[in-house]
């Protein structure tokens, strides 16, 4: 729904719109005018049809690149289903390449020829992201050595390149200026290693995954854990209590940790999405490479997935380096010269190394590299370098037409007696690029609109002839929200966008559903109930930590999920918001309000589709209630369906015949088929005007239907009523 997206540039990277927009005109006053850097070259595909561009690097067996395949040398698989290539290239900055290059016999213009044409490639970008939070002082070491060595003797002219760390872009540049940046990453400090000192510390606890498994209530996993610390220390288990006083701490240190965990996986893939969103201002691909010693995202799945949409969708390669190096096991690591424990009886086991899971999916689902067992890594950069030196750009028009879908990908070379290696992206979002919206998802009284003068006659008054305007436009043109807030004016101040009547919501429920009878469960609701009162005073960082903890503590107490869901949606930390809400829905299905917050959150990260089937499922458990159907015409006008929309609004009138709201939905709905029929037809304007009459009628009906019963809208309703033509007589 275009306009009820907050705007989110950035966010953990406020600086970095600012090094995107200046890193052309850095180039251009950096180099000599005949090295200027131009524009990647894209496909010149044909225009109006669903057109899917995939990168695509091939080298043999010592890594250099394949150049000499043709179309038929390729197979591209949708969703398993083969695809014809419509046209191909291939990209290059290699010097022998281009002077091969130069040589050839120019290769045919036709879109749909098997001969690649050939581009010179005239520059790439590089952005190094020091994933600090989950970075040892090893792993940053051996990282920023990496870094520091590829900047000095790796890069080309052609090279512009940016380091993330702190979650900050270093001088907010990304340009070819080497002794900057490798002045700017000299300046990094160590990252803190109090969390992995304390995640050592008796009791210990092995890693995330175990700390998440008995702060969700796994006894066996507290029972292993509780005979590690008592047989590493067994004086702490003797006395009249035996275990029990260490089981407490484990669950203590546990909530704590696990706490901490879902802020620092917060935090990284917070920059890793602005880094895909901004990263889309600059044409061509785009590669980042990822030092992280992995992360728990178990609870962010879905957040993950959002990441790698946008980054497929901008061009935006994730290379991900594994910063641990040789040793991953979690008990045999050496912290602060302490000496490594190994039990057999520990469940972490070295095969299972669930925190870098999220490194695999970076890599493979964004067509990047995934580099782990290496203690030095400037090979597997330098090998980076040469596969994003030459490759190619396959273009198709997909089988399918386009339709919002996640569609998997499969690009092979099928040339037989080779021993090729070929990356590419693993799928996409199938929705066009930038595509505008008919209508701004938002309304508030006096909502901006064409300026025509409105209508003065009363509504109760007959038609006139129509008098037609000359260009039918959509702009101004919103739908309304209802109670429920879908539809709502974005923001762009963070923290700024709340849920409607959030404070009145969360506090009845607190009173209703609040549970106790354990200490476990008083400590969580004593702790949530602090948390809101920081909340309703505006404090919401503070308010989402101890709810974050509340939750960890009792993740089955249904308003404290619902009250950490509207600290997270404040904080526009929307994917934290989507997990807690649907929570809510899942423990409380008869909840109504919950169903309009998760269908929102779902909204602000760009799945229409996953908040669309929310509010289908509220209209079928409410369908006497006008807003669920409002809701769900709202965000079908957002989509583009406007036949589903005008039946949304039907039901919500019928539902509610009194209801004006549902009214001016209406009758925006129709307005916009009539002007979209208008556009679409290649009749003369007569013709048009016809033809397309009836839903003119329709529209002006709804409007004056509104009018009679009044509202917040009455001035847009008449403006819509003058730019339809109509006059009393």
Not at 509 to 520: M, P
Not at 708 to 719: I, P, S, V, Y
Request: charged residues 25%.
């Amino acid at each position: 729904m275009a306009g009820a997206h907050v705007t989110r540039s950035l966010i953990v990277i406020p600086a970095l719109a600012a090094a995107f927009a200046t890193v052309h005109a850095q180039q251009t006053a950096e180099r000599p005018p005949q090295q200027t850097p131009a524009p990647a070259p894209t496909a010149q595909f044909a225009a109006g049809v669903d057109i899917v561009e995939v990168d695509v690097s091939v080298t043999d067996k010592d890594g250099k690149p394949i150049t000499d395949l043709t179309a038929r040398d390729f197979e591209v698989r949708e969703d398993g289903q083969p695809q014809t290539i419509q046209a191909i290239y291939l990209a290059s900055l290699d010097r022998a390449i281009l002077k091969a290059m130069a040589a050839a016999p120019p290769a045919p213009a036709a879109a749909t020829s098997e001969i690649p044409e050939r581009r010179e490639l005239r520059q790439r970008v590089f952005v190094f992201v020091l994933d600090m939070t989950h970075l040892s002082a090893a792993g940053f070491t051996r990282s920023r050595d990496a870094i520091a060595g590829f900047i000095k003797d790796g890069m080309t002219p052609a090279d512009v390149v940016g380091i993330v760390a702190n979650g900050k872009m270093l001088d907010n540049r990304i340009d070819a200026d080497k002794d900057a940046r490798l002045k700017a990453l000299a300046e990094v400090k160590s990252p803190s290693q109090s969390r992995l000192v304390d995640m050592r510390a008796f009791p210990r606890i092995l890693d995330d995954v175990e700390a998440a498994k008995i702060v969700k209530g796994d006894e066996r996993t507290l029972d292993v854990a509780t005979e590690r610390a008592c047989r590493e220390q067994p004086g702490e288990c003797r006395g009249g209590g035996g275990d029990e006083m260490v089981r407490q701490q484990l669950e203590g240190k546990a909530a704590r940790l696990a706490a901490e965990t879902q802020r620092d996986t917060s935090l990284t893939l917070t920059m890793l999405e602005g880094l895909a969103n901004g990263l889309g201002k600059l044409p061509g691909p785009k590669q980042v490479a990822v030092f992280s010693e992995g992360f728990y995202t178990d609870d962010t799945a879905s957040w993950l997935k959002t990441v790698n949409t946008i980054a497929t969708r901008n061009g935006v390669h994730f290379s991900t380096f594994d910063a641990r190096g040789l040793n991953k096991d979690p008990r045999a690591q050496n912290f602060l010269d302490a000496a490594p424990y190994s039990s057999s009886g520990d469940l972490t086991a070295v095969t299972l190394d669930t925190n870098a899971d999220v490194l695999t999916s970076l890599a493979l689902d964004t067509g990047g590299d995934r580099v782990f067992n290496y203690n030095n890594f400037r090979e597997p950069l330098d090998k980076l370098a040469r596969e994003t030196s030459t490759y190619y750009v396959i273009g198709y028009r997909p089988t399918k037409a386009f339709d919002g879908s996640y569609r998997k990908l499969d690009v092979k070379v099928v040339r037989p007696g080779q021993e090729l290696t070929v990356r590419a992206r693993r799928g996409y979002v199938a929705a066009h690029a930038a595509e505008p919206m008919p209508v701004a998802a938002a309304a508030a009284p006096g909502t901006a609109a064409p300026p025509p003068a409105p209508a003065t006659a009363p509504p109760g008054a007959p038609d006139a002839a129509p008098t037609l305007p000359v260009t039918p436009t959509s702009a101004g043109l919103v739908v309304a929200a209802g109670r429920s807030g879908i539809g709502a004016p974005a923001t762009d101040e963070p923290g700024s966008r709340g849920r409607p009547d959030s404070v009145d919501l969360v506090t009845t429920l607190a009173k209703s559903r609040a549970t106790t009878g354990t200490t476990k469960l008083d400590e969580a609701n004593r702790l949530a109930l602090d948390g809101w009162q920081l909340y309703a005073k505006g404090k919401v960082e503070e308010a989402r930590d101890r709810l974050a903890n509340a939750a960890l503590q009792a993740p089955d107490i249904a308003w404290i999920q619902y009250a950490l869901g509207q600290a997270e949606f404040t904080l526009q930390h929307f994917q934290p918001a989507i997990a807690a809400f649907e929570n809510v829905r899942r423990g409380l299905p008869d909840y109504e309000p919950a169903y309009f917050d998760l269908a929102d959150s779902y909204l602000q990260v760009g799945q229409p589709a996953e908040a669309l089937a929310v509010l289908r499922d509220a209209e079928r458990r409410w369908p006497n209630d006008s807003e669920t159907h409002n809701a769900a015409g709202c965000v079908l006008v957002g989509r583009g369906a406007l036949d589903d929309a005008a039946s949304a609004f039907e039901r919500a009138i019928a539902a509610a015949p009194a209801d004006g709201l549902a009214y001016f939905n209406l009758a925006r709905t129709y307005h916009l088929i009539y002007i979209h029929f208008l556009r679409s037809t290649s009749a003369n304007a007569t013709a048009a005007s016809m033809l397309a009459d009836r839903n003119r009628q329709r529209a002006i009906d709804a409007y004056r239907k509104y009018l009679t019963m009044g509202g917040a809208f009455d001035k847009e309703a008449n403006e819509a009523l003058a730019a339809l033509g109509w006059r009393a007589r």
